[in-house]
């Protein structure tokens, strides 16, 4: 049995980029820094790892407007290597397909949580589950605080969730 599983947290370097197409699905496009720290002689310093990271679907149409540079954002997917011939050369990237899409606190992308409540994406590609649903990882047990209660009827914030 092949396994192929991929989890990262990081931060996103750019807005992400979002169309519909053709097909009338939507996709969304962003990447993802991940610091590791590495020593280097006496010191340990950060490198940054970049990652292409590609969201499919309703989850792509929903979340796409919060995925702003700097905004904190946990993925959850697989690998997948894009191949094509450019100027007769055979030419591949390797990609994240993301299956789930957490946003987190911090960052310029808006409003972070302190302890969890952020909401979650499912994702997928076209073809596994059509990319279709939404899933809320159990941070969300308590969606309007942690004790749970009764939402703020005056709340006019336009998020989807």
Known sequence: MD??????IGRLTRDAEYKVLPSGQGV????VAVNRRK????????????FDVVLWGKQADSI?????????????GELRQDR????GQNRSKVVISANNVQLLGGGTGGNGSAGGGAPSFGG?????NGGQGQSYGAANSAPFGEGGGTPDRNFTDDIPF
């Open 3 to 8: 396994v192929n599983h991929v989890v990262l």
């Open 28 to 31: 969304c496009n962003f990447s």
């Open 39 to 50: 020593k280097s002689g006496d010191q340990w310093v950060d490198e940054a790892n970049y």
């Open 64 to 76: 796409n407007r919060y995925l702003v540079q700097g905004k904190q954002v946990g993925v959850d």
């Open 84 to 87: 094509w011939q450019q100027d």
């Open 124 to 128: 997928g590609t076209p073809g596994e």
